[in-house]
């Protein structure tokens, strides 16, 4: 029973379970105690101490109980309607909340490195966009790993060459990355492809940060390994910038396969030493959920990862 002389404070926020506020209103719905038990499927001792819970909380009687029925106050009767609203609403906030993690729809944030943000990215995200045109995405080209949570990003995707670092979130790999050496055709024709590793000494080289402050080169092939001194004529920030360099004729450059693919295609780079790579790495996603994020998520990696690995 409720103790009348109770101190109330009515700017008290409501701090019980959401279940007491169901097990009363379904009393109140109902009519006894019996028939919300058994709505709830609970006891009938159960759905009385809720309801004592509730009415201790807010400092007043909700419900008069006589031997065969169970009838709101009149202060039950307003909480009763406020409070069916309340749930009302509760619930469908959470139906949509369960529709938006199970419909591809929604703001998909996230990082990419610059080369991959501005040079692979922007026609896969479009075809993407194009099958689910409820789904934006804002993207963002950045080389460093932001904090997910800190950032409000649903994933971002990162290039390791080596061990990737613990960065405290789910990873899922994405493709593998390898590294090959590229030089345009007229620089070529001019100075001559190298035709062992050996040979790269006497070639201007163009090296992107990931290279920054090398001096030389670790090329391999199968069980083999030579290290080359190599002389950087240009430094570039990525590889993209890297990319163009080349294509103007400024040296060989160092670029990931998937980054000089489109450039060879259509005739703008050569590879050189073919038979030989400069290791390999991983596209990663780092992301909020690992697999179990929402679904406009997991439906853009299941699409990169296929559209990333369709050569």
Not at 104 to 118: H, K, N, Y
Not at 170 to 196: E, K, S
């Amino acid at each position: 029973m409720v103790d009348e002389t109770e101190t109330f404070h009515p700017s008290q926020p409501l701090s019980g379970g959401l279940d007491d506020l169901r097990a009363f209103c379904a009393v109140v719905d109902l009519g006894t105690l019996t028939a919300a038990a058994r709505l709830l499927g609970e006891t009938k001792g159960s759905i009385s101490r809720k309801v004592q819970r509730l009415e201790t909380q807010l400092g007043t009687r909700l419900l008069a109980r006589t031997p065969r029925a169970v009838h709101p106050t009149e202060e039950g009767r307003r909480f009763h309607q406020s409070a069916r609203d309340a749930l009302a609403v509760l619930d469908d906030a959470a139906d949509s909340a369960r529709q938006t993690r199970q419909a591809v729809r929604g703001l998909i944030r996230f990082t990419a490195p610059v080369d991959f943000a501005t040079h692979i990215l922007p026609p896969l995200l479009v075809a993407f966009q194009h099958a689910h045109p409820q789904v934006r995405i804002e993207m963002v080209g950045l080389d460093t790993t932001l904090d997910l949570t800190a950032h409000r990003l649903d994933l971002a995707l990162c290039v390791s060459l080596g061990p990737l670092a613990d960065l405290s979130y789910p990873v899922l790999p994405l493709r593998a990355i390898t590294m090959g050496l590229f030089a345009a055709p007229t620089y070529l024709d001019q100075r001559g492809a190298p035709t062992t590793p050996g040979s790269l000494s006497a070639h201007a080289t163009i090296l992107a940060a990931t290279f920054r402050g090398q001096s030389a080169l670790t090329l391999r092939r199968g069980l083999e390994e030579e290290t080359v001194p190599v002389r950087a004529q240009l430094i570039t920030a990525d590889f993209t910038s890297a990319l163009r360099c080349a294509e103007a004729g400024g040296g060989i450059a160092p670029l990931p396969h998937l980054v000089a693919a489109e450039a060879v295609a259509q005739g703008r780079l050569t590879p050189v030493l073919t038979d030989w790579s400069l290791g390999e790495g991983h596209l990663y996603a780092l992301t909020q959920d690992g697999r179990g994020g929402p679904a406009r998520v997991r439906a853009l990696l299941s699409f990169l990862k296929t559209a990333l690995n369709a050569d």
